[in-house]
């Protein structure tokens, strides 16, 4: 019976403090959406999260292994959708064209934390692997509908770019448009 108590204390602890390391990460892509990813520090987060600077380095040690927390967070998330297209029996164009429209919606906020810290990667080589996957997933993705490797790079291309423009425009998007920019690069 003392084992089993040991077990659920040392649990509960787990518990606790994968939710801290959830609020932190969420902290952090706060920051990044509020500030741009220039704005993460150990001090700026851990205010964000009210918690102390201290607590914040004792979950991530260093500001990469805070950076690559909040973009794998966004990363994973995307990750499961695209699997979910390629993996499902519907239009993978349609379904790639509504989550890139997410961008000028209720997702805008972590798609423009991921862009932030994606392009951060470009000087910070250690977020380079998460940042690539998105490139890679609808590389997948693009794998599914063609064997041409410059089509499924144009849809990589054409998939980064309409992320961006929406972003830029910070507004809705045409499912039908997008799904038809899509199509267009994927055909080409």
């Known amino acids: 019976m003392v084992d089993d108590d040991l077990d659920e204390h040392v649990d509960g602890r787990r518990v606790r403090g994968e939710k801290r390391r959830a609020e932190i990460i969420d902290a952090t892509l706060a920051v990044v959406t509020r500030d741009g990813a220039a704005g993460v520090t150990h001090r700026t987060v851990a205010k964000q999260a009210g918690i102390t600077t201290s607590l914040s380095t004792y979950y ?64 910070r080589p250690a977020l380079r692997p998460v940042a690539r996957r998105w490139r890679d997933n609808i590389a997948e993705l693009g794998a599914t509908l063609t064997d041409d490797p410059q089509a499924v790079a144009a849809l990589v291309a054409a998939s980064d770019g309409l992320c961006t423009a929406i972003l830029l425009d910070n507004g809705p998007a045409g499912i039908d448009h997008l799904r038809a920019v899509l199509h267009r690069a994927i055909a080409s």
């Open 60 to 123: 991530f040690t260093t500001l990469d292994d805070l950076l690559i927390a909040a973009l794998t967070s966004v990363a994973d998330g995307y990750t499961a959708r695209i699997r979910g297209l390629i993996d499902g029996d519907g239009d993978k164009l349609t379904g790639l064209a509504e989550l890139i429209a997410e961008s000028g919606g209720p997702g805008r906020d972590r798609a423009l934390a991921e862009r932030e810290l994606a392009t951060m990667a470009a000087r």
